[in-house]
Nanobody, 129 residues
Framework: QVQLVESGGGLVQAGGSLRLSCAAS????????MGWFRQAPGKEREFVAA????????YYRDSMKGRFTISRDNAKNTVYLQMNSLKPEDTAVYYC??????????????????????WGQGTQVTVSS
């Protein structure tokens, strides 16, 4: 299983920006579709964004469109989540996930927890008012 380590979380003011990084181990990272999810206290983990293995295709939850951008640099084994215009409701633990099975070729699974089989430990993002 690929190992994922998120970083870049922290405290930011509303309207500010933050870039999360997810570093992956393993030489096969470049063939895995990747996703970002988040979980706020008392809430279920929810889809944020996903990116295909090539970076050609990206998907976002509607509430993140225009504010968040997912990207990847396969040469660096890293996927990013650029977050702009942050709101207090964006406060959550953000998780990076990898699809090692290829299930996320199905769009329905690309935006679902069950589409991914490897998860990072999460990084806390706190947006103050």
């Amino acid at each position: 299983q690929v190992q994922l380590v998120e970083s870049g979380g922290g405290l930011v003011q509303a309207g500010g920006s933050l870039r999360l990084s997810c570093a992956a181990s393993g030489r096969t990272f470049s063939i895995y579709a990747m996703g970002w999810f988040r979980q706020a206290p008392g809430k279920e983990r929810e889809f944020v964004a996903a990116i295909s293995w090539s970076g050609r295709n990206t998907y976002y939850r509607d509430s993140m469109k225009g504010r968040f951008t997912i990207s990847r640099d396969n040469a660096k084994n890293t996927v990013y989540l650029q977050m702009n215009s942050l709101k207090p409701e964006d406060t959550a633990v953000y998780y990076c996930a990898a699809d090692q099975r290829g299930l996320t070729r199905n769009y329905g699974l690309a935006v679902a927890l069950s589409g991914y089989d490897c998860w990072g430990q999460g990084t806390q993002v706190t947006v103050s008012s």
